[in-house]
């Protein structure tokens, strides 16, 4: 069964795709900029604070099933 999870895992990084993430007035902005490596930048900050809640809420998932696990050996 873990062995599906890691499949499915490996397989949803290999076809991520880059995505840009900014609101219609942060592009306006930023599209007028002669420098593009300011929009690369906004671009890279909305995606990591976008991923931190997932990291966040993956850890605290993993936490309690690891916990229940524990609990379902003791009872056996």
Request: proline share 3%; hydrophobic share 50%; with cysteine.
């Amino acid at each position: 069964m873990m062995k599906k999870y890691i499949a499915l895992l490996i397989v949803l990084f290999l076809t991520a795709t880059p995505v840009e993430a900014q609101c219609a007035m942060c592009r306006a902005v930023l599209e007028s900029e002669t420098d593009n490596s300011i929009a690369q930048g906004v671009n890279n900050g909305i995606i990591y604070l976008m991923a931190v809640p997932y990291l966040l809420m993956g850890g605290l998932i993993w936490y309690i099933y690891k916990s229940r696990k524990k609990a379902n050996k003791a009872d056996n």
